[in-house]
Each structure stands twice: as C-alpha cells, then as structure tokens.
C-alpha cells in the first residue's frame, strides 16, 4: 500500500513521470490499480480532499455496492427470505468491516463477480436477450483482472459455466463472442494504459509466475521475503528468473515426497482457509496513522474475542456451504454451480500459488452466495416448512 500511495500521489502531483521500480521490477500486477487511485488523487487535488480519508471512504463505498449487489443476486436466484437470513453473514463476517481502512486491491475487486453474475443471471434468466449484458460483463471482468488477476478465476468459471447453461447453440456463441470481444478490448486498453507509467515494456516487468508458484511451496505456502530474495538474485532476467523457480520448485518437491507434501498442503490449506480474521489484524498493525487503544482489541493482547468471534463467522460461511453444496445436486436452481465453481478454482489456484487468507477477500461475495444455497436448503427441512405454512395460514 506504501508502495502504490506514493507512487500515485507523486505521479498525480506531478513529480514523477513513472512509477516507482516497485512495480516495474517486482510486482506489474499492482500498476492499474494505482493508476486508477492516480486519477483519482488528481481529483483530490483539485477539490482539495484529504488522500486517505477520501481512499477509505471510496473503499467503504465499494464494500457496500458489493454487499448490495450479493443481496440483490441472492433474492433473483432463490427469493427475499433466504437473501434476508443471508444479510445477516453481512453482519457477522468481520473482513466486511476490518478490510474498510485498507484500500487495496482485496476489497476493491470485491463488486466485480457478484455484478458480473448477476448479469449473467438476468440474461440467461430473460426471454429478450440484451446484447449489452454480455459487453458489460466483460468490461466488469477485465477490469477486476486488470486491478487483482485472482478475478481471472471467476471469469474461466463464467466461461465454463455458460458452456452447460446456455443449451441453444446459436445463444451461446452469440453470448461468448460478445462477452470476450468486449473482454479483451478492454484488457488490451488496460494494458495500454498501464504501460504509460513504467518505462519498460510491461511484457518484460516484474517476476516470472514461476517465482509465486516456488513461494508457495515454502513454510505455510505464503508471502516471504527470502524468497524474493532469492529471486531477485537469481538474474537480471526474466528467463534466468524462471529456470531459477523451476530449478527449486524441482528440488522443494523431491524433498518433500509424497507424504511430506501432502502435510505440507494441509498446512497451507488451514492457513489459508481456516483463518477467519482473514488476516486483518496483520494488516492492520502496520504503521496505524492514528493508534488507539481499540487497536489492542484487533491486533493486540486482547484481541480473543475478535479472533473467535471471526473464526465462528468463518466456520459458519464454510459450514453453509458444503450444506448448500451437498443439495446443489439435487437442485433445480444451478446457478449455484457457478459460484462453487468460482470457489473451488480459488481453492486449486491458492494449493498451487502463493496464498493467504487475504486472498479470500475478493471472493467473499461469493462465498456468501454460496452459502445462502445452503440457507435454502435448510429452510426445506420439515420443521421450517411446516412453520412457514402455519404463518401463511394465519
């Protein structure tokens, strides 16, 4: 964040032409987002707004959007009962309030796959297909990929999805050519907006994927800086760099064996999805701009009730969804099929990349969708329906 807030401020005020090396040496994948917080300094300049109180406030707003959309995407797909009870995960799931001050690329996907689902259910859903609905979705698509390329996960599920979805030949081919022409237009005015700010070609920026794909087998599977390290050392290169990650990777795996790595991969499978602050209070610690003593109960020695409140939300997000996954197969409704889709490609991507439970975040709208199936399948159960019928009665 330190990163990308003085390399948009510096650039918007105009006293750097490019971006910092940061981004050109080591991580491309952050240049459209502080392109967009550029802009947007711009404009604080001119009002005379303060930065980082105008970032967090557009954050909150981005957070609320989403929590609307996921609302208005669970009632279109079962009905306003189940998106009440599923409101209220809302309410309980702490990274929707704790990631508000930190305006990153976490919270600021979060809007995209529940609007770009949405629209998708109105189309598949509506007689009279809009031609425009699959231009946005892709416009929605590329630009969540352009800001977190984690997003790309949800737009292969879209693709596969609408393969099974779409049975008329002729809608299908007329829905996926619109939905990826509109895509990559809008990836390649991206990418040409983002090659503006580094002065190297951004094909050339950055570390190999290899080099994610080696951090990730190392410790928990998460971020560490000696591996950065390492690659950072290994050439001037970005192909020197990959024969060095793959060189490791190699070497990592044959000392794990097969027994080694299967523990391995359940570590790193707790670690990224049976956190249930979603690792907030790290975040959180790091240079507060106004410390406080609430700051003890999130990341300081008093912070039980905040950890086992988040772990209790997250168990009960995760337990809803194997719920609502077990009766998806029985269900009539399969646009549940998408969103588990999009779940379980994250859950492969983070076995085989770099992970944390951060990386949770942007799919958190996902997730809750996925667990209103099974909301809705518990509202079935016999006891629920006889309740609901006495009070229909009345």
């Avoid at 305006?103 to 809007?111: E, G, K």
């Avoid at 064996?257 to 990224?272: A, P, V």
């Avoid at 379980?344 to 942007?362: H, K, M, Q, T």
Wanted: one cysteine or more.
């Amino acid at each position: 964040m330190i990163s990308i807030f003085n390399s948009a401020t510096k650039v918007a005020s105009n006293e750097w032409e490019f971006f910092s090396s940061y981004f050109y040496k080591l991580y491309p994948n952050n240049i459209f987002i502080t392109v967009l917080w550029m802009k947007f300094y711009k404009l604080c300049y001119y009002f005379g707004f303060n930065l980082i109180v105008s970032s967090v406030i557009i954050n909150i707003i981005v957070v609320l959007i989403s929590v609307i959309i996921t609302y208005i995407l669970i009632k279109k797909v079962f009905n306003i009962r189940v998106a009440t009870i599923s409101s209220f995960l809302f309410i309980v799931i702490i990274p929707f309030y704790s990631y508000t001050p930190i305006f990153y690329t976490d919270t600021l996907t979060m809007i995209f796959l529940p609007l770009a689902f949405l629209l998708f259910y109105i189309y598949i859903k509506s007689k009279n297909k809009n031609i425009f609905l699959p231009i946005f979705i892709g416009i929605i698509l590329a630009f969540g990929i352009g800001i977190k390329t984690n997003i790309a996960i949800g737009f292969i599920a879209l693709s596969i999805f609408s393969i099974f979805i779409i049975d008329n030949l002729k809608g299908f081919f007329r829905f996926i050519s619109l939905f990826l022409i509109s895509f990559i237009v809008s990836s390649i005015l991206i990418t040409s907006a983002c090659q503006k700010y580094i002065p190297v070609p951004l094909k050339d920026a950055g570390l190999p994927s290899t080099h994610w794909i080696m951090m990730g087998l190392k410790d928990k599977g998460g971020f560490n800086k000696e591996d950065v390290d390492l690659s950072k050392k290994a050439g001037k290169t970005k192909k020197e760099i990959q024969e060095f990650n793959i060189k490791t990777i190699k070497t990592r795996l044959r000392n794990y064996g097969i027994c080694g790595y299967s523990k391995f991969l359940y570590k790193k499978i707790q670690y990224t999805w049976g956190e249930g602050t979603y690792f907030a209070p790290v975040k959180l610690s790091r240079k507060p701009i106004r410390p406080n003593f609430l700051h003890t109960y999130i990341y300081g020695d008093k912070n039980n009730l905040f950890t086992s409140f988040s772990e209790a939300s997250h168990s009960l997000l995760l337990f809803l969804i194997l719920i609502g996954s077990i009766g998806l197969f029985k269900s009539k409704n399969k646009i549940g099929f998408l969103f588990n889709i999009c779940i379980f490609g994250v859950f492969l991507f983070l076995i085989l990349w770099e992970a944390r439970s951060r990386y949770l975040v942007c799919i958190l709208p996902i997730l809750v969708c996925s667990s209103s199936i099974g909301i809705n399948e518990i509202l079935k159960l016999k006891l629920f329906s006889n309740k609901k019928r006495r009070l229909e009665a009345k």
